[in-house]
C-alpha cells in the first residue's frame, strides 16, 4: 500500500467530511441527489432564503461536490462525481429519504456492484 497515497485520499476524505458537517449543506446535497435543482426551487424545498442557499452552493462548487448548468438566467445545480453520488446516497439512504423515493434506483445499482 502507498501511505502518500493513502494520506492524500484521507485528506480527501476529511475535507468532503467537513463539508458536509453542515446541516444545510448536506440538506443540499440531498435534494441535489435526487435531480438537478435551481436555488429557487431549493429555497422552496428548504425553506432557507436564497442566498443563504447561493452562498452554500458557492462553498459546495468551490469543493467541487458540485457543478452548474445554465439554461437562460436559470442555473442549475447537480452531484459533480461518482464518488460524491455513492457517498451521498448513503447518507440519503441512512439520513434523508425513504425507499419510495427517486435517489433509490441509484442505491439499487450500487448494491448490485
Known amino acids: 500500500m502507498d501511505y502518500d497515497l493513502l494520506e492524500e485520499k484521507a485528506e480527501s476524505a476529511a475535507e468532503f467530511l467537513k463539508m458536509m458537517a453542515s446541516a444545510p449543506r448536506l440538506l443540499l446535497m440531498c435534494l441535489v441527489l435526487e435531480e438537478e435543482r435551481s436555488v429557487g426551487e431549493l429555497a422552496e424545498?428548504?425553506?432557507?432564503r436564497m442566498p443563504t442557499v447561493s452562498q452554500q452552493l458557492a462553498l459546495?462548487?468551490?469543493?467541487?461536490?458540485?457543478?452548474?448548468?445554465?439554461?437562460?438566467?436559470t442555473i442549475y445545480y447537480r452531484l459533480a462525481s461518482e464518488p460524491v453520488k455513492?457517498?451521498?446516497?448513503?447518507?440519503?439512504?441512512?439520513?434523508?429519504?425513504?425507499?419510495?423515493?427517486?435517489?433509490?434506483?441509484?442505491?439499487?445499482?450500487l448494491e448490485a456492484e
Open 45 to 48: 424545498k428548504t425553506g432557507l
Open 60 to 73: 459546495l462548487r468551490a469543493q467541487g461536490l458540485v457543478t452548474t448548468r445554465r439554461e437562460g438566467t
Open 86 to 109: 455513492d457517498i451521498m446516497a448513503m447518507l440519503y439512504k441512512h439520513f434523508c429519504a425513504g425507499a419510495d423515493l427517486p435517489v433509490s434506483k441509484h442505491l439499487e445499482s
